[in-house]
């Protein structure tokens, strides 16, 4: 299980880059780049990912030897001329990946959180989910299938998912000539942009020729205004996952006959029914006509997500190591977290109960590391007769959630 280790690697490097590209945009006075909420909750939405993708992506790697191993079509030797070729077929397989992730319902309720960042700067391209890499998965079985032996696969897969985090940012300009050949930062940022003439084009990963050939290029004309074309109204960190899902399942409640109920799943995106989102967002979304910017809970916010990171890595670092509960209790103890910032974003009033949650994986945790955990009813009972004599929900409240004044 290396591969694990050196993932811990990433998320400090993810971080050393975001600190570059800031700092450059400072220097060139481009403050739009950069949006608080929108980083905080495409960070976010990367951690949860690199969180439960260890616990899949060693099966994810399983299967490609399994299926190289019983269903290979041709013997693809491993010579240094064959990495070019695999390079390519990965490529195409991205494109085709990419494009249904764009032209159906169902890939596109997994494809579209990435999109929903109305940023374009690296935290964007932390934006993805473990759906997506599930999904993804599937189309790079094709790989194996082709008879591409495994380890070079997996080790492609590596290069080119680092290759597109490096497209998402706007502190590098036009590179015209470069255009002919490679995906650029200013070609992708066309693909994550909501103009009517950008719309479903660029889908390539690393080279731009797919979508010449498939008539899907669009060259960066005028500065892209970037995210959905219906924003979504919610930084809840579960909304944001989830939403598309409800859309779907929505149409396919409202639809008659079979051809309908497989459009609702399997048709295009571009089909669903407007209405949905806004009925939705109703019945699940508090009404938010509040000043954001103005709370307390920035640092909090700030502490929280950087007790997160220091966590996955170290979670990532020794993962092979560990024993079960504490990967499973140390992994509720991210995801709450970051369902926190989420809900931070959103003044939640249910946020209180969050907390008392935390509380108990980490007591639960100590209880199990003494091999005390069937006391676990002790903390609870301790925080319910703490919350009935002292009401600590009212000042937690009044300290987190509300205004702070103005000059702040
Ligand atoms: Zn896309
Ligand atoms: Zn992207």
Redesign the pocket.
């Known amino acids: 299980m290396e591969h694990i280790h050196f993932l811990a690697f990433a998320m400090p490097a993810f971080f050393i880059f975001l600190f570059i590209e800031f700092r450059i945009a400072a220097y060139k006075r481009r403050k739009d780049i950069f949006n608080y909420e929108s980083s905080v909750s495409n960070i976010s939405i990367g951690i949860a990912e690199r969180l439960l993708n260890l616990f899949v992506t060693g099966s994810f790697y399983q299967l490609y030897f399994f299926v190289y191993d019983h269903y290979r079509i041709f013997e693809i030797p491993q010579t240094p001329l064959v990495w070019i070729g695999l390079l390519l077929t990965t490529d195409f397989v991205w494109y085709w990946y990419h494009r249904l992730g764009h032209e159906v319902n169902f890939l596109w309720a997994a494809h579209i959180v990435?999109h929903q960042s109305e940023e374009f700067n690296f935290t964007?391209?932390a934006r993805i989910t473990t759906f997506q890499a599930i999904i993804r998965t599937g189309f790079w079985c094709l790989l194996p299938l082709f008879g591409f032996h495994p380890t070079m696969v997996i080790a492609m897969l590596v290069v080119h998912g680092a290759y597109?985090f490096f497209t998402?940012t706007q502190v590098i300009g036009r590179i015209k000539w470069l255009e002919y050949v490679l995906v650029t930062p200013s070609v992708?940022g066309v693909?994550?942009a909501s103009d009517e003439k950008y719309l479903d084009k660029n889908y390539g990963d690393m080279f731009t020729f797919w979508d010449r050939l498939f008539g899907t290029f669009q060259a960066e004309e005028e500065k892209p205004t970037y995210g959905l074309t219906h924003p979504l109204k919610s930084y809840s960190f579960l909304w944001q996952h989830f939403h598309y899902y409800f859309e779907i399942y929505a149409l396919w409640q409202r639809s008659d006959g079979f051809r309908a109920k497989w459009k609702a799943v399997f048709g295009s995106p571009a089909d669903m029914d407007q209405d949905i989102r806004p009925m939705l967002e109703k019945r699940f979304l508090q009404d938010k006509k509040h000043d954001r910017s103005r709370l307390k809970f920035r640092n909090y916010l700030y502490i929280q997500l950087g007790v997160a990171v220091v966590m996955l890595t170290l979670l990532t670092y020794h993962f092979d190591r560990l024993e079960t509960y504490e990967t499973v209790l140390a992994s509720l103890f991210i995801l709450i977290t970051l369902v926190n910032c989420g809900a931070l974003l959103e003044q939640r009033k249910w946020l209180y109960y969050l907390e008392y949650v935390r509380l108990f994986i980490l007591s639960l945790y100590w209880l199990y590391s003494q091999g005390d955990e069937i006391y676990f009813w002790l903390p609870i009972l301790a925080m319910i007769v703490a919350e009935h004599l002292f009401s600590l929900s009212r000042y937690y409240q009044q300290a987190l959630l509300s205004p702070e004044p103005r000059e702040c």
């Open positions: 990435h964007a391209a597109s998402h992708h693909h994550h």
